[in-house]
């Protein structure tokens, strides 16, 4: 059974804090010293964590004017660096590189161009024959609308896809093109060819809360797991013949466990499998099938249910999180349905502690809210907005879907 601390901010506070509704004169105060703090530039969203105000419960209308605020101001001083990598087109982990391609398509929607990230093959290869794959998948695919971009590996390793720091440089070039181009962050999709599908397997789960889909095309899934696409459009394709490695087996079973995952929660795991019967590791570019398929997608950053089973560096998925250091533990797995102005966990695995965060997208934030263990209540409380949170779940994710109000901290044993 779950013993509830309570935290916001990763602060620990007495539940009176909880309990206490906005003050409209202290709400009021709240926004315009937020305001005046923004007005100083350049303007460090991070530094503003720690105020007095920024812990202040805000009214309903003022949490909105804040949220506006502090996007405004995180897009205005996204940092100099990353507009120069963007620029550059190369980015960086510690010694690595990742250089990229991209070709733009069609006309810019009312909400931002889409993202599209396509993964090249190759592998374990000398580096002139992953070169080479890089240039094909350039050319490989084309959309009727979007940023088509197509990295190039920083690794020639036969992983070189889902190593652990692709899940970093993968955040930073979403959240670069969400500063920088204005692209609309539910509308972002991965797609994979050959080691490229390999990719697709493991960082559809693991990033999931990034994707509207991915498709993964004549790769290979090794240790990954389908359980976090919950959310995610997922599409598999395989050439019948395709039997190195046993793609074409494993290809149907993975297929199989989302059929299966879909019966049990007919509102989640969205898929559709295609085996091309003739068809070896070359599918004669009839995969392409995949893209509009997904396309008819978004993504919904608050789903009604998150499924999450920890198995990269992330430490947040949509609107549930884990703390680093001691209180990451991957391989832990937590399963959480958000209701009528109730949360409840169904699954709660290996993990110390977990974070839930919430906003009006999801609940009434002025009503009280019951947390509940299967159909035990744990809790029941009204949480309170405060910037304080808004501002640390955006610089965490830079993604303004992502950005939350209010934040409870449920330890786990």
Same mark, same amino acid.
């Given at each position: ?18 309990? /206490? ?6 709400? /009021? ?24 105000? @920024?812990?202040?419960? %805000? $009214?309903? $209308? ?25 620029? /550059? ?67 020639? $390793? ?131 099938? @995949?893209?509009?398929?997904? @396309? ?85 409380? $009204? %949480? ?21 109000? /209010? ?7």
């Amino acid at each position: 059974m779950l013993r509830i601390l309570f935290a916001i901010s990763c602060f620990l506070l007495p539940a009176a804090l909880f309990a /206490a509704p906005p003050d409209a004169e202290k709400s /009021a105060n709240a926004l315009r010293e937020c305001s005046e703090a923004l007005q100083v530039k350049p303007a460090k969203l991070s530094d503003l964590v720690g105020k007095p105000f @920024a812990m202040d419960p %805000l $009214t309903k $209308t003022d949490a909105a004017k804040a949220r506006e605020m502090i996007v405004a101001a995180y897009f205005e001083n996204f940092p100099k660096e990353r507009s120069a990598e963007h620029a /550059a087109k190369v980015l960086k982990d510690d010694k690595l590189e990742m250089p990229y391609s991209v070709t733009e398509f069609g006309k810019k929607p009312a909400e931002g161009h889409s993202l599209w990230i396509s993964l090249h093959g190759g592998g374990g290869a000398p580096k002139e024959v992953n070169d080479k794959q890089w240039e094909n998948q350039k050319k490989l695919y084309k959309l009727d609308e979007g940023f088509y971009v197509v990295p190039r590996a920083p690794t020639n $390793t036969w992983n070189l896809w889902h190593e652990g720091h692709i899940d970093r440089l993968f955040a930073k070039l979403i959240e670069n093109f969400i500063a920088l181009e204005g692209v609309n962050p539910d509308r972002v999709y991965l797609f994979g060819y050959s080691a490229g599908g390999d990719g697709v397997y493991q960082l559809a789960p693991r990033l999931a809360d990034r994707w509207a889909g991915a498709a993964m095309m004549a790769g290979h899934p090794n240790d990954a797991s389908p359980l976090n696409l919950r959310n995610v459009a997922f599409a598999l394709q395989v050439g019948g013949n395709d039997a190195a490695y046993n793609r074409n087996a494993v290809c149907a079973e993975w297929a199989k466990k989302l059929d299966d995952l879909e019966k049990a929660d007919a509102k989640g795991y969205k898929h559709f499998f295609k085996s091309y019967e003739g068809k070896g590791h070359w599918m004669d570019r009839e995969d392409a099938v @995949a893209l509009p398929w997904m @396309a008819k997608v978004s993504r919904n950053p608050v789903p009604e249910r998150v499924v999450w089973e920890q198995r990269g560096e992330q430490l947040r998925s949509y609107w549930l999180a884990v703390s680093g250091g001691k209180y990451q533990h991957k391989g832990g797995t937590v399963i959480a349905t958000l209701g009528k102005q109730t949360v409840t966990f169904e699954k709660i695995d290996k993990m110390d502690r977990v974070h839930v965060r919430l906003d009006d997208r999801m609940v009434d934030m002025d009503e009280e809210i019951t947390f509940l263990n299967g159909k035990q209540d744990i809790l029941k409380e $009204t %949480l309170r907005r405060r910037i304080a949170v808004m501002i640390r779940t955006l610089l965490e994710s830079g993604d303004p879907k992502l950005m939350f109000d /209010a934040e409870v901290s449920l330890p786990t044993k």
